[in-house]
């Protein structure tokens, strides 16, 4: 099975700061890998797809790089609304895996 | 506009089966573009692949759940269906439905119920 390592486990960020979150695989994965927001009783709302394309109707601020094993999601300009839960997803094999989530609260 | 709604008992007792379907509006589940699958989310904690299904009734399970689940499809019905038997309190958790496109290989989730809370409690 692939293992996804996603860190840090939480962060503390204002408006306006970047901020980078981290998953990294146990295998390589090519660019098998999404990102997704997740609000406080909401489902998951997926952001970046094919580790760096942009979801239609995602700000710009959001972006992903990486391929292999290593792989980020960066918000260029944290806002009020970014601040969430952000999880990544391997589907390089059937097998699908989520990193451990990233929770991004004011500081 | 897709819609994906799942549905089900809100309560199984431990030791039994719990039971869900997730019905498919706005699209077929028959397309060849996509498989079907279910997520879980304990309270405060991370998501969790269960498995997928393809309309054709092939499927896929997380390894860790493989002896409990069960996932089945209803083209007929445009549904797909969730069974886990012998659960435990470590199963209360919110159950997702969700689509997952597919070209050759997996391409994520690009669809996602909004959920349903299964509490395991006597």
């Known amino acids: 099975d692939i293992q996804m390592t996603q860190s840090p486990s939480s962060l503390s960020a204002s408006v306006g700061d970047r901020v980078t979150i981290t998953c990294r695989a146990s295998?390589?994965?090519?660019?098998?890998l999404g990102w997704y927001q997740q609000k406080p009783g909401k489902a998951p709302k997926r952001l970046i797809y094919a580790a760096s394309s942009l979801q239609s109707g995602v700000p710009s601020r959001f972006s992903g790089s990486g391929s292999g094993t290593e792989f980020t999601l960066t918000i260029s300009s944290l806002q009020p609304e970014d601040f969430a839960t952000y999880y990544c997803?391997?589907?390089?094999?059937?097998?699908?895996?989520f990193g451990g989530g990233t929770k991004v609260e004011i500081k | 506009q897709l819609q994906l709604q799942e549905s089900g008992p809100g309560l199984v007792k431990p030791s039994e089966t719990l039971s869900l379907t997730c019905t498919v509006s706005g699209g077929s589940i028959s397309s060849s573009s996509y498989y079907w699958g279910w997520i879980r989310q304990p309270p405060g904690k991370g998501l969790e692949w269960i498995g997928s299904i393809y309309y054709s009734g092939s499927t896929y399970y997380n390894p860790s759940l493989k002896s409990r689940v069960t996932i089945s499809v209803d083209t007929s019905k445009n549904q797909f269906s969730l069974k886990l038997s012998s659960v435990t309190a470590a199963d209360t958790a919110v159950y997702y439905c969700?689509?997952?496109?597919?070209?050759?290989?997996?391409?994520?989730?690009?669809?996602w119920g909004q959920g349903t809370l299964v509490t395991v409690s006597s």
């Open positions: 997803l391997q589907h390089n094999s059937y097998l699908l895996t």
């Open positions: 295998q390589g994965i090519r660019n098998d």
């Open positions: 969700a689509r997952l496109p597919a070209e050759i290989q997996l391409l994520g989730i690009d669809y």
